[in-house]
Nanobody, 126 residues
Framework: QVHLVESGGGLVQAGDSLQLSCAAS????????MGWFRQAPGKEREFVAA????????NYADSVKGRFTISRDNAKNTLYLQMNSLKPEDTAVYYC???????????????????WGQGTQVTVSS
């Protein structure tokens, strides 16, 4: 089992940048494929980005491609989401998620992830 804690959210203006972090504890972090999801008020939770165990492969939702970057530091047991050129429609609670996986595995489906953080709020004003 792995415990996940997100941080780095806040209130920013459109065009600004933020970096979210997800600190993991428990089992070996490098055993897990990781993802970021978000949920806006009144909307379903949606996929944002995903990364394989060693970070060699990443996937992004079309809505964030070219603006967001997912990365991980296995030595620090931490997952990151660098968000640039933020838009008001990026406003949501952002969650990190983990799934024990083989090397090279990545998934965009929230049902595939076994462990979730509590979320961090990102608000982008226009």
């Amino acid at each position: 089992q792995v415990h996940l804690v997100e941080s780095g959210g806040g209130l920013v203006q459109a065009g600004d940048s933020l970096q979210l972090s997800c600190a993991a504890s428990g089992r070996i972090f490098s055993s897990y494929a990781m993802g970021w999801f978000r949920q806006a008020p009144g909307k379903e939770r949606e996929f944002v980005a995903a990364i394989t165990r060693r970070g060699g492969t990443t996937n992004y939702a079309d809505s964030v491609k070219g603006r967001f970057t997912i990365s991980r530091d296995n030595a620090k047991n931490t997952l990151y989401l660098q968000m640039n050129s933020l838009k008001p429609e990026d406003t949501a609670v952002y969650y990190c998620a983990a799934v024990a996986a083989r090397l090279g595995y990545t998934t965009t489906r929230d049902d595939d992830y076994a462990f979730w953080g509590q979320g961090t709020q990102v608000t982008v004003s226009s």
